[in-house]
């Protein structure tokens, strides 16, 4: 089962809007899913981190 979301209102509701940008060229399905499908706070901290991480070009 997929979200009808888009990428922004599910980053929104996981509380890093921010991640929209890093996260749009994964597609719309594959981002929605990893930010939990609009599920308030189903996103694990540590993914957040790790893509945060990621986009500086930090490991």
Partial sequence: MHSHLSIKAAAELQGY????KILEPLGK???V???GNGVP???GSFI???IKQ???GER
Avoid: T
Avoid at 17 to 20: G, K, R
């Fill in 17 to 20: 809007p921010e991640l929209v």
């Fill in 29 to 31: 399905r594959y981002a």
């Fill in 33 to 35: 899913s990893l930010l």
């Fill in 41 to 43: 706070k189903a996103m």
């Fill in 48 to 50: 957040a981190k790790a």
């Fill in 54 to 56: 990621r986009s500086k």
